[in-house]
């Protein structure tokens, strides 16, 4: 799950991260409001979107930038007049942008130096990891490609945690001088201890900043969090924003379905997510373009079926729907049941290819042919792709 730059500051707020004061707001007199409060001679506006590369986007009405300085109240009203209700285009956000509904107002820092700090899961070594730069204010990936040796990477011990002499060091290493290091220090401690707290898979400080005045400021943040561990924290689940997500995401969400859309028109139902993987790429080695990533489970219910026939087949972008099952815990006939079930009640208009094998196959293939359901049979994964694309030919 991903945050608002607005709500990861509230965060860094609470474990005391340094960052610009700063308030969100959903409109031009808010905005103006926020921007008399915070008494500086200029703030900043910054659209709020899940996608990076703001300041460097292009509003589909043709206003430039998403993040803009302003020297007055008013012109920040301004500005967030033609940034609230219009959507936004980044090299993150894809071609179809994101639509701004709010933006953070927030004080301006005079910048000396930029920096880089992230805390990051890393698989491999199943810990933490530090990664971080002198050079702040880029994309990350630029620096790895271009100047690798100004990028350092530093594990973090599962059960002692970051170290003061670690982060230290991390501070001198990306060019801290030694009265810099201490404010550094106590706000990559303080990064970590929100990290490891609220279960994040990453936190992203890009940039860190030195200010003219000496101190180290959180600038801008971007929040991932292990959506396995949200039961533990519902005051991070209540800062969801589904307006940011696939309707078709958060459609799946509800009945615990493992679901990404995609491109194509020819939608996915699998069990299992290497099937579903190679389900996709046997689609595409016969021409096709797979419409979705859909692993129903091991154990999926008749209504999670249901439920997931409901997506695929309210998606316009669907011109066929390929159902791949291998019935291991999974039943084939609770599954043949969901699909006859979804069928009686939606309109099935699309060509509906179906490959079961496994666990109850022989009643599976039975009620769907006594269901009276207009579908194609396959007898292999390899089949059923082929009839899949022959069908959207």
């Not at 206003?63 to 009203?77: N, T, Y």
């Not at 230290?168 to 001088?177: L, M, P, S, V, W």
């Amino acid at each position: 799950m991903n945050i608002h730059e607005y709500q990861a500051k509230e965060l860094f707020d609470k474990y005391g991260v340094a960052t610009p004061a700063g308030r969100v707001a959903n409109s031009v007199e808010q905005v103006v409001e926020i921007a008399k409060e915070l008494g500086t001679d200029t703030v900043v506006v910054k659209a709020q979107i899940h996608a990076g590369g703001r300041g460097k986007g292009t509003f589909k009405s043709g206003f430039q930038g998403g993040v803009h300085l302003c020297d007055s109240p008013e012109k920040a009203g301004e500005i967030a007049g033609k940034m609230l209700g219009e959507v936004l285009v980044t090299h993150q956000s894809g071609e179809e942008g994101k639509q701004v509904n709010k933006v953070l107002v927030a004080a301006s820092v005079d910048i000396d130096k930029e920096f880089y700090f992230a805390i990051l899961m890393d698989r491999e070594t199943e810990r933490a990891v530090i990664v971080a730069s002198s050079e702040g204010g880029v994309d990350i990936e630029d620096v790895a490609e271009n100047t690798p040796e100004k990028l350092i990477r530093v594990p973090i011990h599962p059960t002692l945690g970051l170290q003061d002499y670690q982060a230290r060091t991390i501070a001198k290493q990306i060019g801290f001088t030694s009265k810099q290091m201490r404010p550094a220090a106590k706000l990559f401690a303080a990064a970590y201890e929100l990290f490891m707290a609220t279960d994040c898979s990453m936190v992203e400080i890009n940039p860190l900043v030195l200010t003219t005045d000496g101190e180290v400021i959180a600038l801008d943040a971007k929040f991932g969090f292990d959506d396995n561990a949200l039961f533990r924290h519902p005051e991070i689940a209540a800062l969801r924003d589904t307006d940011e997500e696939d309707p078709r995401e958060v459609a799946a969400s509800k009945f615990d379905l493992n679901y990404i859309g995609l491109d194509g028109n020819i939608a996915c139902m699998v069990n299992g997510a290497g099937l579903a993987m190679a389900t996709m790429d046997i689609i595409k080695h016969f021409g096709g373009d797979p419409a979705n990533f859909l692993d129903v489970g091991g154990g999926a219910t008749e209504e999670q079926v249901r439920e997931a026939f409901r997506i695929l087949a309210g998606d316009p972008k669907v011109d066929a729907i390929l159902v791949n099952i291998f019935g291991g815990i999974m039943q084939c006939d609770v599954i043949a049941q969901g699909i006859i079930n979804a069928a009686n009640e939606i309109e099935m208009n699309l060509p509906l290819i179906v490959r079961l094998e496994g666990t109850n196959v022989k009643e599976g293939r039975q009620l769907l042919e006594e269901s009276g359901i207009n579908l194609i049979t396959a007898s292999d994964l390899g089949d059923a792709a082929k009839k899949a694309v022959e069908s959207v030919a």
